[in-house]
């Protein structure tokens, strides 16, 4: 299993056959796309240009050896069709064969002892990693499954580390992470929902591998395995809004990337790891820009409006999304409590409220009762106070209910586990 970060090199054999060369930028008007290459466009769009445009190669990073040479062993552990799987100490090998393609230089190192330090850990990881699995150790359906798929213009690659069958066309999708800890990405969970369920030889596989046939196959559950603790975060299928709006998000990325719209979009991290800082026009000879009164001031507000633009159309539509799960969080949390997931807790607090529709015709019931004095500056708060009290007249009351709607706020506090 290849990590995500890497593309597959041009005729690299798979599992499941030869793995399909990189598609060029662009195929019959299709513009190339995957997960990977829209986290770098939004990460920074120049970034992206420097890499996958002018395909300028990036310095080797030993995170991404180490997670290539689990990913490689994983696979070497899930390619038999029939049973024995090989033991810990082959898998140790797979590792070991893998590890020694390279020089340490080669693989991103700064030190052979840091790369012998890394081979020790992953050595004790698959060790572990096997003990945690030996007893229900089974062929998957499909493992480093690479596919292209045509849709909306776009010719998006995945590529899964395992799929397995559930049954009636129900697919399980495991997504091995090796890093420090397992970042909570569900956009790219969409992204593999989405295009597993439009590809079209996923079905033929089912026929080929199973004699299954089916008129189509849908996500059941996805995975991200957490190979250095050896912990399983589960995701249910995605419903069809959330994907609605991952893929609203994708062709924005995507029409920025026809539009050759790569202006640079500095920040304390992705510039810390950036190789392109000796070409970016943000740095001089790998430092930031001197202050702004000795750049070009039209150039400079220009990028930012750009970027200001981009920034408020991401949290507008996160913004959309967070107001529709705290939405459902409400109706799921029926009178409130506590809930945990795997990595966060909350506690949902219900509480009765007051909404006024018409803002004119509630100052002119509080005038017409002598309730304006009462009722302040006219805060939501105000006028629920005026509408609560014991005191006012039944009249009152009841004009001012016409124009109110009763709902049920909802006030959700939510903790970050402890890792
Ligand atoms: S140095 Fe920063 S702004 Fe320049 S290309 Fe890299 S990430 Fe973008």
């Not at 820009?289 to 920034?311: F, M, N, Q, S």
């Amino acid at each position: 299993m290849k990590k995500k970060n890497s593309e597959p090199a041009a005729g690299e054999t798979g599992l499941f056959g030869a793995v399909p060369a990189p598609a060029p930028s662009q195929k019959d008007g299709l513009l190339a796309f995957s997960y990977s290459k829209m986290s770098l466009y939004e990460e920074c769009p120049l970034k992206y240009k420097f890499k996958y445009i002018d395909k300028i190669k990036e310095e080797p990073k030993f995170y991404f050896a180490f997670g290539s040479a689990i990913h490689a062993a994983l696979e070497f552990l899930y390619s038999v069709r029939n049973p024995p799987f090989p033991t810990v100490e082959e898998l140790c090998e797979a590792f070991r064969k893998e590890w020694n393609q390279k020089s340490y230089l080669e693989k991103g190192y700064r030190t052979q002892q840091k790369s012998d330090d890394d081979y020790q850990k992953g050595l004790l990881m698959l060790k572990a990693y096997y003990q945690h699995n030996r007893v229900r150790l089974a062929p998957p359906f499909l493992v480093e499954y690479s596919t292209d798929v045509a849709v909306d213009g776009l010719l998006v690659r995945i590529i899964a580390d395992k799929i397995e069958h559930l049954g009636g066309g129900k697919l399980l999708v495991t997504d091995y992470k090796t890093g420090k800890d397992v970042k909570r990405q569900p956009s790219q969970l969409y992204m593999y929902q989405k295009i597993v369920e439009l590809d079209p030889r996923l079905k033929e596989k089912l026929a080929e591998i199973y004699d299954v046939r089916v008129s189509s196959v849908r996500i059941g559950e996805m995975l991200y395995y957490h190979v250095p603790t050896n912990k399983e975060y589960h995701f249910e299928r995605a419903d069809d809004r959330e994907i609605g709006a991952f893929w609203e998000r994708v062709l924005g990325v995507a029409d920025s990337i026809r539009g050759l719209k790569f202006d640079p979009v500095p920040g304390e991290l992705q510039c810390k790891w950036c190789d392109y800082k000796s070409l970016c026009p943000h740095f001089f000879g790998g430092h930031p820009h001197p202050p702004a009164d000795l750049a070009p001031a039209v150039e400079k507000i220009e990028t930012l409006v750009d970027r200001y633009g981009r920034l408020k159309e991401r949290m507008d539509e996160l913004q959309a999304q967070l107001l529709a799960v705290a939405a459902d969080i409400g109706r799921a949390a029926k009178d409130g409590g506590a809930y945990a997931g795997a990595s966060y807790s909350l506690e949902v607090k219900k509480a009765q409220k007051w909404e006024f529709r018409d803002r004119e015709a509630v100052i002119k019931v509080l005038n017409q009762f002598d309730l304006y004095q009462r009722a302040l500056s006219l805060t939501l708060t105000g006028i629920s106070g005026v509408l609560d009290s014991k005191d006012i007249s039944e009249d009152a009351r009841k004009k001012l209910l016409e124009q109110a709607v009763k709902k049920t706020a909802v006030d959700i506090k939510i903790t970050r586990k402890p890792a």
